[in-house]
């Protein structure tokens, strides 16, 4: 198949215009999403991570729903480049009985969405390449992360003494019918957990020499919650959803907010399980604090801390208001291209 025979295809063509309507769809979830954090910021965890994960789906399944409204209204990319076309006028032979007194009939002017159609045309036809280039390189990005993972299990050093003792009884104690592996890692400065099929908590060294029981029991509480909630499985799909549709920065908004509920639930189940506030929000702090020797990125580290002691110290506070002017421009800005582009695009299921 050509090049000209690619874009000029009915896949080709419903996969730009699921594109460009995605955009302003994204930003309409976007936004409802972020109303909808707002209104639960006093709810429960567990219920803001059951909305985040639900905008989520939600988002993840519009572009289905669009191409296949896109695919059902029968258009293809050459009834859109020639819907307006000017259609060709007959010529007016003159008059055989001279010029007459009849007036010339009046020019009716260019529709004005007619005439930015052909550069929304062009628009749907570039867009798949930016599509071509960007997804595979976010992918190569996620295999790479997998790739990290397991170079992390292999060179790990398995642990079987008290510590690994601890692990199976709080496994047990959270109902975990799977095993779940424990080592130590140099290349770590901060817990993390790997794997879906073989989960394997990581521990840096530090875990040994300088933490207490208390705090090691805290940290494998809040990764067997990881595992008891299958939040890698999760976080592996949202990584897919991230790349297949990284062109809306929608979808990596609402992605965020899922992990940060996330983590708030699990810090939640530990704070339920010892009734240790104060000694898990010190924790929390120490395991934030960078490093100097360079480390993997993990669980602990690559999420807000902030809200998370705040919340686990003092759970029924408020979070920090925004300001109202803030908030208006921000859905201005949201709200102008969403109509300009929803207004320019023609009706699904129309020729």
Known sequence: ?????????????????????????????GLFAAVL?????????????????????????????IAAAVAGSGATANSSSTRFA?????????????????????????????????????????LPWIWA????????????????????????????DDVERLCRRLSESLGIARRVALGISERIATPILIGVVRPLILLPPVALKGWSAE??????????????????????????????????????WISAWVRAERELCCDRLVIAQTGRRRPSAQLLAALATPCPAPCVASAAAAH??????????????????????????????????????????PRLGKN
């Open 86 to 126: 000017t259609p060709p006028v007959a010529a007016i032979p003159p008059s055989i009985h001279g010029p007459s007194s009849t007036p010339p009939p009046e020019i009716v002017p260019i529709e004005p969405r007619a005439a930015i159609r052909p550069r929304i045309d062009r628009l749907a036809t570039a």
């Open 215 to 252: 705090q090691i029991e805290m940290v494998l509480l809040h990764e067997l919650a990881h595992v008891r909630r299958f939040d890698n499985l999760v976080n592996l799909l949202q990584r897919v959803l991230e790349s297949v549709l990284f062109f809306q920065p929608a979808v990596w």
């Open 304 to 345: 807000p801390v902030v809200d998370r002691i705040r919340r686990i110290l003092e759970p029924e506070i408020p979070p920090m208001k925004l300001r109202r002017t803030a908030v208006a421009c921000a859905a201005a800005l949201t709200f102008l291209p969403t109509l300009w582009i929803g207004s320019s695009f």
């Open 133 to 160: 280039t960007g997804s595979p390189a976010t992918f190569a990005w996620l295999a790479l992360g997998l790739i990290g993972g397991e170079r992390l299990r292999r060179k790990a050093q398995p642990l079987n």
């Open 37 to 65: 954090r707002r209104a639960l910021r006093h709810a429960r965890p567990e219920l803001r991570y059951t909305a985040a994960l639900s905008c989520l789906a939600g988002t993840a399944l519009a572009p289905v729903l």
């Open 1 to 29: 198949m050509t090049l000209g025979a690619l874009t000029g295809s009915t896949p080709w063509f419903v996969a730009g215009w699921t594109m460009l309507h995605f955009l302003w769809v994204g930003a309409l979830a």
